[in-house]
């Protein structure tokens, strides 16, 4: 019998419904015991509340102090300890959980996240961006602390249930849908709006990595992602358009064989796969039918109309702060898009220009690896001012 206790940083996003839904059913079934130590939501109170009644953690934690108030008045009568602001965030991990999915968008994730890597519990990471930012040093703290990174994203998750034998592997292709955006020329996508961009072909996401997928810098921090989590070089790691989202990735081995991970677009079936590592669980996500997709197909990248894909590849190439500065800029590019700030071509131009003028601007050096999060932190801080004085100048 499967039996975890489990915190899900993020619980009021799509990874965290998802992730509710999975803990749901194992408990309906009889599949698993699982506790729920404790969730976080970021301003979504509402939601928080909800998931709260039906999830019935020890701890609820908002990333805002001026809606605790709020949160408690919709928690009364509930038996349950809150705490608000990013300190609260940080308890939440640290609380005794041997599962914690890193659920929450960005690198807002990096605190929690770290903290419940230093204490050595199973981190179930959906989130890219700290990584990204990060990755070298969250690996050293999970090498340090023991703690198991689980990939959650579909492509990592994939790669991670075929990697029977690493030291043979000859490379990784990781699937990328496509997008919304897929078939459209740039002189569309100069006017697409924040709507149109989160309008995912297969998958039901946040808004922020819609965008990504839109823009293809998804794939491109998937593929540093992958670097790290694989540790395997960049040049071994394809990207092949997969337009049905079926195979989630590949494995190509040195004996010409590929093994691939194949599902409906469902995240239920990586989180239930994170969560019963190493053993798996029953979950209803929907069966294939191969015949009646009929035709899996693929076509490459076109790195002129996504340029994103590209920058991600020159940052992870690029080593250093690249791919720090990239997150950030990123971040903030998105950001500004979705408040209508600038246009959807304006994303990559952001981060674009700001991994471009970086070195000039006095920043410090791009090849120089940030040695400590604090590092890390003010790589960020620079590069989110950089991206904004970006986006100002592009208006
Ligand atoms: P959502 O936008 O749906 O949810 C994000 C979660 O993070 C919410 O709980 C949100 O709280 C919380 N949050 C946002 N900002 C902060 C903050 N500053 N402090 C604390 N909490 C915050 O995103 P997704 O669930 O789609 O994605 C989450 C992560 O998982 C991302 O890193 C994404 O790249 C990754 N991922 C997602 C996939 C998907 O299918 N959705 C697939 C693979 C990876 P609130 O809403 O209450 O403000």
């Not at 990333?63 to 605790?68: R, T």
């Not at 808004?207 to 540093?224: P, Y």
């Not at 190493?278 to 009646?292: I, N």
Request: glycine share 8%; with cysteine; aromatic share 4%.
């Amino acid at each position: 019998m499967l039996k975890r206790r489990i915190t899900v940083l993020g619980a009021t996003g799509s990874i965290g419904a998802s992730t509710a839904a999975v803990v749901e059913e194992l408990l309906a079934s009889g599949a698993a015991e699982i506790e729920v130590e404790a969730l976080t939501g970021g301003r979504n109170v509402r939601a928080l509340a909800s998931i709260t009644r039906r999830l019935r953690p020890k701890f609820v934690a908002v990333s805002e102090e001026s809606l605790a108030g709020e949160l408690r008045t919709l928690l009364e009568g509930v038996s349950v300890e809150i705490g608000a602001g990013p300190a609260a965030l940080v308890e939440a991990a640290s609380r005794p959980a041997d599962w914690v999915m890193s659920a929450i968008t960005g690198a807002a994730a990096l605190e929690p996240t770290r903290a419940a890597i230093d204490r050595g519990a199973s981190v179930a990471l959906a989130n890219k961006e700290c990584l990204v930012c990060a990755g070298a040093l969250l690996l050293e703290a999970a090498r340090a602390s023991g703690a198991k990174l689980l990939p959650v994203d579909s492509e990592h998750n994939a790669i991670f249930q075929v990697l029977g034998h690493p030291d043979r592997v000859e490379k990784m292709t990781l699937t990328a849908s496509g997008g919304p955006f897929r078939k459209w020329s740039r002189e569309r996508m100069a006017s697409a709006t924040p709507d149109e961009a989160c309008l995912h072909p297969n998958w039901s996401m946040g808004r922020k990595i819609s965008v990504d997928s839109a823009t293809l810098m998804n794939k491109g921090l998937e593929l540093i992602e992958a670097s790290l989590l694989f540790s395997i070089s960049e040049e071994r790691v394809d990207v092949v358009i997969h337009p049905q989202s079926i195979i989630h990735s590949m494995v190509s081995y040195c004996d010409g064989s590929v093994l691939a991970q194949l599902g409906a677009p469902d995240m239920r079936v990586p989180i239930s796969y994170a969560l019963a590592w190493p053993d798996r669980a029953p979950v209803s996500a929907q069966r294939l039918d191969l015949a009646a997709l009929g035709e899996l197909t693929f076509e490459s990248p076109d790195l002129d109309r996504f340029p994103a894909l590209r920058l991600a590849r020159e940052a992870l190439r690029a080593g250093g702060a690249a791919p720090a500065i990239l997150n950030a800029a990123n971040e903030t590019a998105v950001e500004s898009f979705l408040a209508g700030r600038i246009g959807f071509l304006g994303i990559a131009g952001v981060v674009d220009e700001v991994l471009q003028s970086w070195e000039g601007s006095g920043l410090g050096a791009i090849a120089k690896s940030p040695s400590s999060f604090d590092e890390v932190r003010s790589i960020d801080a620079a590069a989110r001012i950089a991206a904004r004085e970006a986006v100002g100048r592009s208006r």
